[in-house]
């Protein structure tokens, strides 16, 4: 009669530990999405921070999102152009 309590006992502690285990598994998977996630996020802050920094002239403005978390930059473009020629004015020959 004891080793029925016994495997009943075993039986029992297997099934639990199984499902915790696997329920554990599930937050986890979720934990490590959430955490490339916000990996990637600081990934990209960081490029933003080393472009700043490298030209710090440049006329940037960041780009928000709509938490007002920066999401990107924006640098206004002009441009100059001077156009050269030779020749000589007059009727053509």
């Known amino acids: 009669m004891d080793f029925v309590y016994f495997l009943t006992g075993v039986i029992i502690t297997v099934v639990v530990s199984a499902f915790f285990y696997i329920e554990a598994g599930k937050d986890l998977k979720e934990e490590a999405a959430r955490l490339r996630e916000e990996a990637e996020k600081l990934r990209r802050l960081q490029q933003l921070a080393i472009v700043v ?31 050269m020629a030779k020749g000589k004015l007059g009727p053509p020959d």
């Open 53 to 83: 920094i490298t030209d710090p002239k440049a006329n940037y403005r960041p780009i928000y999102d709509a938490a007002r978390n920066i999401v990107g930059l924006n640098l206004p473009l002009a441009a100059n152009s001077i156009v």
